[in-house]
């Protein structure tokens, strides 16, 4: 009988886990895929006890071929149809990793496969889509492992595995979101001028006294409140009073900072479904199940909920228990701390919008832009960037790409660059609606062009002319330049939306690779891809 193969499987330093818990698991899996190959060739199967030598058991991102934000969720489960539950998991989150969830998507999905991590509805950009898909394959992963018999790794205790509580016992406070500091708001001023139709925000915090340390790359995340106005709105719509005790805490401190008010949850829906009759118990039932018999599923935050099913008022606290925990938001950080010191700032859209004749607000970014007075302490953390920072080789050129606020990580890569007398070149695409309104920290970019920080500065304006034109577009205008930037070794940097923009700049690209570089397209994609494994295209989208 011939010996069993020597495997290892090592679980990544980036784990979510104590250096005790990955040592433990690395062995366990070791163990485990060893003893399989002893037994003979692995059957191929869907069940994630199923392993193979050759396909990992957990998520990985580099065997995930729908690691891509712009990809649709039913293109993403496709593809991992065959793999693991771990893997499969990972395709079901939105593929940004973002940090919102306080892990990358591949370590969300193995902390759920781990029994590690007991939420479902921690992934912020794949919203309700990801937790119903999540909530399927939690269901097919118990039935696998038999009532949770993974629980050597920590039963789940308050929708948080014991393991994960062991292992955030020492944290540092304001390194996760599970252990935020406290920062003071110090000012905002708005970066649109008069006539313009945004409203963006440069806001500033004091960290001095937080204990808080970042670097340039690095995101900031807050705990939030939910507007007062809203609150109120829903309380008077339950015929409740805001005295209302709930577990320690009146019903309007609840609803105004524990409990997410915006896109209504499922069991909310499920919460009607049961103390309703006829048709308002069908509708909610079909809306619980995901359908959208009214073709309005996608507008019905908390309070049209309320409004959509005017006879059925849950009590206060079933209300409160149905709904999702209100999340912190996460946003890039653009300070350098070596030029502020004691401080970091942000760059906040605040988000406006109207349904109907009801005016609607973003969460987050109202209450930075109206809300937070100065001198208020607020919960923080910093997220540590996942494959977003500046070159080690302070010579490398730098590419930056980032409309809108997208402009907030690369002025703090420019203020890190400038503090750190980088002597590499330093290029910024910046683009917005109108020049005259919309250019967001003129002065300073001004004043580094003159400084020689800034060396190229390309702006590109949809709305100041009558043809549409976006930062790809000038990318391609002047993709002979850009490609000589390249071929010096250049570093790429995108920051913005993930379905459109970033999209659209690889793409743009790819083109400037086929025309300046002389390459065919096959060999374009090959070079922007091999850009990406050389960590020389990094994005930070949302």
């Not at 069991?267 to 809306?287: D, H, P, Q, T, V």
């Amino acid at each position: 009988m011939s010996a069993a193969p020597q495997i290892t499987v090592t679980i990544p330093d980036t784990a979510p886990f104590s250096p005790e818990q990955r040592s433990w698991l690395s062995g366990f899996f070791s163990a485990s895929v060893a003893a399989m190959a002893a037994e003979g060739p692995p059957t191929a199967s869907n069940d994630s006890a199923a392993t193979t030598v050759d396909g990992p058991i957990l998520a990985t991102n580099d065997e995930a071929p729908w690691h891509d934000p712009s990809m649709e969720p039913d293109a993403r489960m496709e593809m991992a149809k065959d793999r693991p539950i771990a893997p499969r998991l990972m395709a079901a989150m939105a593929q940004q990793d973002c940090g919102q969830c306080g892990y990358n998507c591949a370590d969300y999905a193995n902390a759920i496969f781990l029994h590690n991590e007991e939420r479902l509805n921690l992934c912020a950009p794949g919203g309700k889509v990801t937790a119903r898909l999540l909530k399927g394959l939690a269901v097919e992963l118990n039935d696998i492992n038999g009532d949770k018999t993974a629980a050597d790794v920590g039963a789940a205790e308050g929708g948080k595995s014991r393991a994960v509580e062991s292992a955030q016992a020492d944290v540092i406070p304001g390194t996760s979101r599970e252990a935020p500091a406290t920062a003071v708001f110090k000012s905002r001023r708005r970066l649109n001028q008069e006539g313009s139709a945004k409203d963006t925000w440069h806001v500033e915090f004091d960290l001095s006294q937080s204990g808080v340390s970042y670097v340039v790359g690095d995101s900031f995340g807050v705990f939030p409140k939910n507007n007062q106005g809203l609150v109120d709105q829903i309380i008077a719509m339950l015929g409740a009073s805001h005295l209302t005790e709930i577990a320690g805490k009146t019903l309007r401190q609840v609803l105004r900072e524990d409990v997410d008010l915006g896109l209504a949850p499922d069991s909310l829906f499920e919460l009607f479904s049961y103390i309703s009759g006829g048709k308002s118990r069908e509708k909610a039932r079909a809306l619980a199940k995901g359908e959208d018999p009214d073709g309005d599923a996608a507008q019905l935050d908390v309070l049209a909920v309320l409004h959509k099913f005017p006879n059925v008022r849950p009590h206060p606290e079933a209300f409160v228990d149905a709904l999702s925990p209100l999340q912190p938001r996460l946003y890039s950080i653009s300070s350098s701390p070596n030029l502020n010191l004691g401080g970091l700032s942000l760059t906040v859209d605040a988000v406006r919008y109207q349904i109907n004749k009801r005016k609607r607000t973003g969460v987050a970014s109202t209450w930075l832009a109206d809300s937070v007075e100065p001198g208020e302490a607020l919960k923080v953390y910093v997220q540590k960037a996942h494959n977003f920072a500046l070159p080690d080789d302070k010579a490398k050129p730098v590419i930056m790409v980032g409309p809108g606020t997208g402009v907030a990580p690369f002025r703090a890569f420019l203020q890190e660059r400038k503090a750190s007398q980088a002597p590499g070149r330093n290029w910024l695409f910046f683009g917005h609606q109108k020049s005259a309104t919309d250019f967001f920290y003129r002065e300073e970019l001004e004043e580094m062009r003159k400084e020689g920080v800034l060396s190229r500065l390309s702006l590109a304006w949809s709305r100041d002319a009558g043809q549409k034109f976006y930062v790809q577009d000038r990318m391609r205008e002047v993709g002979t330049d850009l490609w000589r930037w390249l071929e010096d070794g250049a570093h790429v940097y995108v920051c913005g939306d993930a379905k459109r923009m970033a999209k659209d700049v690889e793409a743009a690209l790819v083109d400037i690779a086929a025309t300046a570089g002389n390459k065919t397209t096959d060999e374009a994609v090959a070079f922007v891809s091999q850009l990406k494994k050389d960590k020389r295209f990094q994005l930070d989208v949302y």
